[in-house]
């Protein structure tokens, strides 16, 4: 309880009360910027308070002055980028190209800090950034006629598909960076020998779908393709609801 609180009271009202041990000059927004900078350049692996300590030529200490541990500082990191990140305000649109906005703000974020779709968002930071993020987000549903349980059900499962796709991107981004080659070198090298192996006559539809999804996509999977696909049957998925939602209303 003491730990959230404490985490609280930085999300909210920033900057700790003066204690010994406080370096002149630096601030928690430094603290935070510098830790999100670290994350973006070297993945999330990288953030440590030792770490950021080092990165701010200060002792490790020092940095425990201004916040109490990993956990905190990834939630002010967390809280922060949402504060700043863009949200369009598509005026007058449908509910559905208000829901693809909503989807491409969380897009771009995950893409300018791959790092934030990699924490767990089961416990959120209740900071201001999260604040101001749901509203924004919740306000794409006015007039698609779900109640308020719904809405928020169906603002976390569009999200949870948009994160879940930033992971997808970022593992295929790593893959290819570990093993220096890009998908479609992986396929031409190995094309020929798992060719093979691959049986037509025991497995004819893997062979026949994976063949050609595979001359499409120019591998076994293509990370702009699979979410612009998902998007489109999330949005389709949740125009069932709406849909019965405006049948239910008009009987």
Same mark, same amino acid.
């Given at each position: ?19 010994? =041990? ?20 070297? *993945? ?5 308070? #030792? ?5 701010? *030529? ?10 109490? !541990?990993?956990?905190?500082? @990834? ?29 491409? !703000?969380?897009?771009? @974020? ?41 809405? !928020? ?45 691959? !049986? ?9 779908? =994976? ?12 990370? =702009? #393709? ?10 389709? =998925?949740?125009?069932? @609801? ?10």
């Amino acid at each position: 309880m003491a730990e959230a609180r404490r985490t609280i009271d930085l999300l909210w009202f920033s900057e700790p009360a003066s204690r010994r =041990g406080r370096k002149k000059g630096l601030t928690l927004a430094r603290v935070v910027d510098t830790a999100i900078v670290l994350a973006d350049d070297e *993945g999330l692996d990288a953030v440590s308070m #030792r770490r950021v300590a080092q990165e701010l *030529g200060v002792v490790p200490m020092t940095l425990y002055t201004y916040v109490p !541990d990993k956990a905190a500082l @990834l939630d002010l990191m967390l809280d922060a980028v949402y504060l700043r990140m863009s949200r369009a305000e598509p005026a007058g649109e449908s509910w559905r190209e208000r829901l693809a906005a909503v989807a491409e !703000d969380n897009r771009l @974020l995950y893409e300018q800090h791959p790092w934030a779709a990699g924490i767990s968002q089961s416990r959120p930071p209740l900071g201001p950034g999260l604040m101001a993020k749901y509203e924004h987000e919740l306000r794409a549903f006015a007039g698609a006629g779900l109640d308020d349980v719904e809405t !928020d059900a169906a603002l976390t499962y569009l999200l949870g598909f948009v994160q879940a796709s930033a992971r997808a991107e970022a593992d295929a981004r790593a893959e290819a960076a570990r093993s220096a080659r890009s998908d479609h070198e992986w396929w031409a090298e190995n094309g020929p020998l798992l060719a093979k192996v691959f !049986d037509p006559q025991a497995y004819p539809t893997a062979v026949r779908v =994976g063949a050609a999804a595979g001359a499409e996509l120019g591998g076994a999977y293509h990370p =702009g #393709r699979a979410y612009v696909f998902g998007l489109e049957r999330v949005l389709d =998925g949740l125009g069932v @609801l709406i849909d019965r939602r405006a049948a239910d209303q008009r009987r």
